[in-house]
């Protein structure tokens, strides 16, 4: 995070492919405007998978639209490509494998390199935050998927307690660096088979569906423990089926926008070295 508040104007953008659906210059915008951040901008550029380097490179030399790039937010393909390019790289982002923000480091007035966060941490903490979960060093939790969103969620749950964590993936292959992930993080994670995802939740306090969107709907009527709770990462779309059946279950629900508003509060102070006004990000969500 910068020493302190940035008080030039500056360029910011999210970065993969496809790009066009991101709604996160909806939420950086709506923080810029309301911290009075004038000249401030924030844009989508489409970057397909190997060539976020180059990208960033240019961006570093040359700015965006005549400002220094102020940062970029990294969604798929390239968070991978995101960790492996910085200078710095957090503890975090490290363990998981996987960096979704890079903030510039500046010698004078040029770009000497990038620093990479993983505020998709800070997305799965805020969101279960929400829904009231606080420490977990006893439940049992449970994810379900084994991408980079499930070492996120590995992540965030180390920093509420837990010391371990079940794990549902189609391939325990697949599901290495997630594990890898627990073992940075001192958390362990055990691999199980996706055909026990079911009976596992039944089985779960806190349950963390990664997945896209409609990949869990076979799961919409597994059986939920009392009192648990559910995070679904998946954003677009609404409710999915495994929301809809742990709400009628009485499970306290908390869907992929959630996750995307904190991550993105995150993003903003990173880059902006300002506070932004949760409530303000949030209803500029709502009424996107």
Known sequence: MPDRPVTTARA????????????????????????????????????????????????????????????????????????????RRTDAAVAIGAANTLVPIFSGDSVAGW????????????????????????????????????????????RLGAHQAEVVARSAERAQPVVAAGAGLDIAVTVRDWTDAASLIGEADVVISTVPQGAADHLAHAPWRRGAVLLDAVYAGGDTA???????????????????????????????????????????????
């Open 115 to 158: 620093t990479a966060y993983n505020t998709d941490v800070d997305g799965v903490l805020g969101a279960l935050g929400e829904v009231a979960l606080g420490r977990v060093d006893d439940l049992r939790v449970l994810i379900v998927g084994a991408g980079g969103t499930a070492a996120a969620a590995v992540a965030a749950t180390a």
């Open 242 to 288: 495994l929301m809809s059946a742990a709400a009628a279950a009485g499970v306290r629900v908390a869907g992929g926008r959630l996750m995307l508003l904190h991550q993105a509060v995150e993003q903003v102070r990173l880059m902006t070295g300002r506070d932004p006004d949760l409530d303000v990000m949030r209803a500029a969500l709502l009424s996107a």
């Open 12 to 87: 910011c953008a999210v970065v993969g492919s496809p790009i066009a659906h991101s709604l996160s210059p909806v939420l950086h915008r709506a923080a810029y405007a309301d911290l009075g951040l004038d000249g401030w901008t924030y844009g989508r550029i489409d970057v397909p998978a190997g060539d976020l380097a180059s990208v960033a490179a240019t961006l570093a030399a040359d700015g965006l639209g005549g400002l220094p790039c102020g940062g970029l937010s990294v969604t798929m393909p390239g968070k991978k490509e995101a960790l492996a390019l910085a200078v």
